[in-house]
């Protein structure tokens, strides 16, 4: 089996290595790793629900009351009254007839996309969508069309070029996880319309984020014209799991056809709970995500101020791109040493030559600390000359 190291020595050599760093989370703000405290800016708990009392609380009392796991998947050992409530709850946020619960969103793309999809069909796929819509594509026999990111002209020409007759989705993250800038939907809602294609939108990133929380679709007021609007409870709603939001048709066929919700056992109640104390915190005072956007205007504006490449945008993802991957370990394992950790994103999860921390910021956070968190990126990106 020398292929194995032989590979661990090629992605070393190319600076492309990666392995598991173990932080004990302190808060939803802090870890400790070392016995040194460290600030977080590489984590998508974009609230801190992880670590409000509510929610906490509620994992806890769901524990006690129901046991750990789930015990099996939901259609043979049976749906557990937490998720039955938590797809009211949220269908009812979300302003759409049903919801369907994965157990990541990872699996709720794949599974959707694969269920919808067939070899007849064209899946219009942005160029920068994340992994898990790639891979949804990948396990469909339909053809997958890429896009220029958010190239609407192009999206056009590709939409016109295919079969009049084929089924076509449209594919696009809200919120692009390692851009951090959101998709044109009007204009793609638009051009679906035009070419009767359906819409999916990867609210991953804009749940508890954008349109008060709601997402893309209600930041954009088109939730009555995307289709299938998937989203996660693992990053704004500090919990786990993925799901998808649309017409009631749409979740009855999910649960009949979507095999990665069809054949893996449910997540535990105490998840479920969690998720459904995060999401009536943020339904009852969006003041939360207001904070949210506060800090990361506060983050792009300071490092903008400083002289960093950053874009004004209006979500907590802020990408500082430094090209080569050895420059962007570098300067991560620099700005660790200085108390920060902060993610270094290098290809195949970016494209070639456009490495770059990836700075998120959260509510949990407060300016004084974002603020010498600025001085230190700054500092450190200016002695490697960026
Ligand atoms: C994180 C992420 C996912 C996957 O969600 P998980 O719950 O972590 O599996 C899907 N799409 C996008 C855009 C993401 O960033």
Redesign the pocket.
Known sequence: MDFLQDYLTAVKQKDLYRRNLTYEPIDAAHVRFDGKTYLMLASNNYLGLTHHPAVQQAACKAINQYGTGSGGARLTTGTHPEFAELERELAAFKGVEAVLVFN???MA?VGTISALMGPEDVIFSDELN?A?IIDGCRLTKARSVVFRHSDMQHLSQCLAQAPEKSRKLIVV?GVF?MDGDIAPLRDIVELAEQYQAMVMV?D??ATGVLGQGKGTAAHFGLKDRVHIQMG?L??ALGAE??YVAGSRPLIEYLINKARSYIFSTALSPATIAAARAALSLIAQDPAIVAKLLDNAAFMRAGLRTAGLQVDEGETPIIPVIVGSAATAVRLADELRQAGLIIAAIRPPTVPEGQSRLRITVSAAHDQQELGQAIEKITAAAKRLGL
């Open positions: 990541t969103g990872y793309n994340h898990s993250d996880s990867d991953a990133h996660t693992s990053k799991g993925g």
